[in-house]
């Protein structure tokens, strides 16, 4: 599961690396305005809230920097996933997640392993929005299965067979 958040990870780096310049921070309207920096800084940011509670063990995703260097330099979120990736593998242990409904906070509890989990499936799912909009900007080639989930890509391979 680590090695899986880091591959993931290497995979966005090398699509963002070529992109088009100026598509990065570009508003896509086929994602009602946002830019593919921003769904790439959504990314980094909830890996960064994981590593940052590792040492108090409490995680909320709603504190979080919302740091629009990150969303409009391609450097900066370069260099803060090659972060994440580099302390990524840490031992499992308890979390306790906080969440906000409506300014009420619920605590659940969790472990590290779980959340790494969570921002792995979350990080495929923006590289599907990410992919949607780059398709609107050119006709960037993109590598096979970029944003589509290891169950689905198991399962079309199970269906060609």
Known sequence: MIQQS???LEQL???LRE????VYSQPCEVLSGSSIGQHTRHVIELFQCVLNCYDSTTLCYDNRDRDKTIETDLKAALDAITTIQNNLDKPNKPITL???FSGDAVEVDSNYHREVI???E???HHKALIKVGIRSFCDMELPEGF??????????K????
Request: net charge neutral; aromatic share 6%; charged share 5%.
């Open 98 to 100: 906080v969440q906000e």
């Open 147 to 156: 944003g589509v989930a290891p169950s689905t890509i198991a399962f079309h």
């Open 122 to 124: 979350h990080t495929i």
């Open 13 to 15: 780096k090398n699509v």
């Open 6 to 8: 880091v591959q993931t």
């Open 158 to 161: 199970a269906c060609a067979q």
């Open 19 to 22: 992109l088009p310049q100026g």
């Open 118 to 120: 969570y921002n792995l």
